[in-house]
């Protein structure tokens, strides 16, 4: 099988890692815009690789460009930003390739399911840590009860970096995005809109602690409750947000710098978002980030004899040990390994089903499997009430993949 893989950042060398050295792949491209960092990531993946692996310039907002790197390609990743989701994918249909991305652009993307149908090709929306990983936790547990009332998901991360004040351990304006745009919540069998930052709670995360956490916009609630069936009537998704964070999202909010509409400055047209992202660090850059990253995916329901169940997974990862096992932060580990375990799910099963997909319509063990073998576990609790919390607090675990 020959992959591409579009971008070489944080999270894309952690694909890189785990694919290069898959006897399933024959030959690996990467290909990215920087072609510098796209060179250093090969010449250290190259180490331990089993797979050909070699580079190339792109600019994935050009179709030509794009067309003419896709022509001999099986499967494309996308780790660059979602924007430039919707050119990829049509170039990789009109080539006939396969594609997986990391985050939804927005719904278009399950519009063109009929033609992927058509053309007996695969792609898979929304394939990283979460969206990814959780759809996946949740596919897991929902698929052990009758009958499904609730999904919640839960993002924490204490880390801190004494270098940078204010930073996201991922794509700073997927970040932003994903903060500000009104978010989307499924309750008592209905998708409402909320206000930003709104939804506000304690929650207590494992090997974190208690946190505040806030809706944001997220694909899981855009597919679980389409995908899931089982009559759940409630899915949403909060991020935790220190209040040191929260006070500077606010003030470059008030301030109008989140503002994407081009203003003066002497002789030039800028857009004070784009003078934002450039000073905001890029997740590779947060090299003494400290603390814990870790999402939770709570599901609860009853199983087939009508008794109520609550299930409670979740992964987790240092930074620290991230930085000294793989070089990056852990949310781009996290990430990056969900990714590639997605990839290679499909590459391993000939039963993949044809249209876009999210991660919940593929098998939830054998992806589980995979992750477990990339270094990440997930930890897995049932109970029937608040029992959970003890087992949790002794860490003892009832399954762990």
Sequence with gaps: MDILLIGSGAVGSVIAKHLATSTRISKLTLADINIQQAISVASQVEKTAKAEVSVVYLDAGSALQLKSVLKDADLVINASLPRFNLIVMNAALECGCNYLDLAMFDESQYRMSEDWERERLTAVVGFGEDPGISNMAAKLAADALDRVESIRIRDGDNGSSKKYPFSSSFSPETFFSEVFDPPLVFRNGRYVRENPLSGKETYNFPLIGKMSVYYVDHEEVYTLPKNIGKGVRNVDFKLALTDETLNYL????????????????????????????????????????????????????????????????????????????????????????????????????????????????????????????????????????????????????????
């Design 250 to 401: 606010l003030a470059l909010r008030d301030i109008g710098l989140l503002s994407k509409e081009e203003i003066t400055v002497g002789k030039s047209r800028v857009k004070p978002f784009d003078v934002v992202l450039r000073l905001v660090p890029q997740p590779s850059s947060l090299l003494d980030l400290r603390g814990v990253s870790c999402v939770v995916v709570e599901v609860e329901g009853e199983d087939k004899r009508g008794r109520p169940k609550k299930h409670k997974l979740f992964v987790s990862m240092s930074h620290e040990k991230a930085y000294i096992k793989h070089n990056v932060n852990a949310t781009s580990y996290l990430t990056g390994a969900g990714a590639a375990a997605g990839a290679l799910l499909i590459l391993n099963n000939n039963r993949t089903p044809y249209g876009v997909l999210a991660p919940e319509q593929l098998d939830a063990t054998k992806y589980f499997d995979i992750l477990k073998k990339l270094d990440v576990s997930l930890r897995h609790f049932v109970s029937d009430g608040e029992i959970i919390e003890r087992k949790l607090k002794r860490n003892k675990v009832n399954k762990t993949y």
